[in-house]
């Protein structure tokens, strides 16, 4: 099982290091209101997105069922506060899975490369040498469960994150179990606190299947260190399973629908 560490009992030193893992997740992460803000906040619903910014253009990949006409995407400025609402361009969806690409006006947020989107290889990664030198695979995302309303027109959005093991992986989709604990972040960084992962976890839906991977010396990189391998797309509550989209969909989704970034990554691709 590829659970995330217990925070109970650690040291100062690796609580400081899981919560910058955590942050990684985090800054990456957006939140998407499926209904905007039109709605009273009390009626809200929620989504998770992850933006990705390759040659100039910039896109929040999310699953199929969050995109809507009055869909708000916000996301997480470089000192951890919510900004207002990204401007949509536009959207494409794939025919048949639940994958979309919001186009969204550039505004520096952060936002992860083309190199971080990897295909998995769960033979690799579930194997005894990866699970003891400290990798982590994990979902992270905006359960609805986790926010709070602080107020008449505002949220404390916090992001949670819990371990998953591979259960089978196709080309189109990935299945992984999640773990019965799970750690939440606030929206501005706070400090992570472990508790029980909802049986119900709604909002998750298009966040992200991360692998962070261990390194045994030298500079750690999020380009090098931190990979997506898939969007979240549902989940099976009496199995505790998560269903998601293989990030191999997103590379092919992208590509399909924009050429000239085809043609400057296509290397990218399995032969």
């Not at 994150?161 to 591979?166: Q, Y």
């Not at 606030?186 to 119900?200: A, E, I, L």
Request: glycine residues 8%; negative net charge.
């Amino acid at each position: 099982m590829s659970r995330l560490p217990q925070i109970a009992g650690m040291t100062p030193e690796w609580r400081a290091e899981i919560s910058q893992r955590l942050n990684i997740a985090r800054v990456y992460s957006s939140a998407v209101l499926v209904h905007g803000s039109k709605l009273p906040l009390k009626n809200f619903e929620i989504g998770t997105a992850v933006m990705l910014r390759v040659d100039g253009e910039t896109f929040a990949i999310t699953a199929k069922h969050c995109v809507t006409d009055d869909m708000e995407i916000v996301c997480n400025k470089e000192q951890g506060s919510f900004d207002r609402p990204l401007d949509i361009l536009g959207s494409v969806e794939h025919q048949t899975l639940d994958l979309a690409l919001v186009k969204v006006r550039d505004t520096r947020f952060n936002a992860i490369s083309i190199d971080q989107i990897a295909i998995p290889n769960p033979a690799v990664l579930t194997s005894r040498s990866a699970q003891n030198d400290g990798t982590v695979i994990w979902a992270a995302g905006y359960p609805a469960c986790e926010i709070d309303v602080v107020g008449p027109n505002s949220l404390d959005i916090g992001l949670y994150a819990t371990g998953v093991e591979f259960v089978n992986v196709t080309d189109e989709r990935i299945t992984v179990h999640f773990a019965e604990e799970g750690i939440r972040m606030g929206h501005d960084g706070s400090y992570p606190r472990q508790g029980p992962y909802p049986q119900r976890p709604n909002g998750m839906s298009g966040g992200g299947v991360w692998a962070q991977m261990a390194h045994t010396g030298g500079l750690f990189t999020p380009e090098r260190h931190v990979k997506l391998f898939g969007i979240s797309e549902s989940w099976l509550p009496s199995t505790r399973e998560f269903y998601s989209v293989n990030s191999l969909q997103i590379l092919r989704l992208l590509f399909e629908t924009h050429p000239d970034i085809a043609n400057n990554h296509r290397h990218l691709l399995p032969q």
